[in-house]
Structures are given as C-alpha cells and as structure tokens.
C-alpha cells in the first residue's frame, strides 16, 4: 500500500516506508490505520477510526493495540481531550511529541478536535528542579458546523 501523506512542513513518505523505518512489522492493520491517521491530517479518535470504511476489518482491540504500537514508535503522537478521549494524529518525521508545539481545539458538540498549527504553546515555567513530561493546551467551544447547525434550529418561543 503506498500513501503519501503531508502535515505541517512538507513531510512525504509512504506508509509501508515509515512502518519499516520504525521498526514495525507492515501488517495489513497497521498499514491500513496507519494510511487512515495520515489521511485525515487531524486528531480522530478511536471511536471515529472505527467508523472508517476502509479499515471496517480492523477490530476493537486490534485498533488499540495498532495505535499504541503506531505511538510507541513516533510515528502518530495523541491528545487527551477534555471529554477524557484520545485523539491521534500523524506525526512528522524528525519530530517528538505534538508537531509545531501547538494549540488545539475541541468542539463540546460533536467532539472534533483540531490542530491550531499558528498558535504555539504558552510559556509556563516550572518549579526549579522539575522535569516535564509533556504538555497539551485545549482550546474549546463550537465548531462552526455545530453552530450552523443550532441556528439553522428553529427556536423555541420565548416570552412575548
């Protein structure tokens, strides 16, 4: 299966490439949620990767352990969402942890979490002597889909 994918800096590779290169066997699974995560250039969770036609074979505990794998080798990085899911999204080659250092949103409606690419981090310092593990910063609200959608809602009467 060759998949080129793109995130952030043009980063281009095949899927069979980049499995092998970390190490990882190329099964049909890996392979197939692998092109999945790299296609949808944004964080999707478990559930939502589920639902995808093209890895529909891919059973529940097979997608756990292939998204692990997929994190433990660097080849995807994850977000822990305020709703408490897992996200995951591809991760550039070279590059640990989240990509750009970034800012995330999470829509409260429908639960769809994007990259805010141009907003880094802020700055927090530490108490002297401490040792960060890692970071995220979660921005969240409506999508501008879900707020199409509520007013596109007919509301209910009010008081006259």
């Given at each position: 299966m060759q998949v080129s994918f793109s995130y952030g800096a043009s980063v281009t590779a095949s899927v069979s490439d980049s499995l092998r290169a970390a190490g990882l066997r190329r099964t049909p699974a890996r392979l197939a949620v692998f092109a999945r995560?790299?296609?949808l250039a944004r964080p999707v969770?478990?559930?939502?990767?589920?639902?995808?036609?093209d890895i529909a074979d891919v059973d529940d505990i097979t997608?756990?352990?292939t998204l692990t794998a997929l994190v433990d080798a660097g080849l995807v990085h994850r977000v822990h969402g305020?709703?408490?899911?897992?996200?995951y999204c591809a991760q550039p080659q070279g590059q640990?942890?989240?990509p750009a250092n970034h800012v995330h949103f999470l829509c409260t409606s429908c639960g769809a979490m994007a990259?805010?690419?141009?907003?880094?981090?802020?700055?927090?310092?530490?108490?002297?002597g401490a040792l960060v593990h890692g970071r995220h910063f979660i921005i969240h609200g409506h999508c501008a889909a879900c707020l199409a959608q509520r007013v596109a809602l007919p509301?209910?009467?009010g008081p006259a």
């Open positions: 995560v790299n296609a969770s478990h559930a939502e990767l589920l639902a995808c036609p997608l756990y352990r305020l709703d408490g899911v897992w996200r640990a942890g989240c990259c805010l690419l141009d907003q880094p981090m802020p700055r927090v310092d530490v108490p002297k509301r209910p009467a």
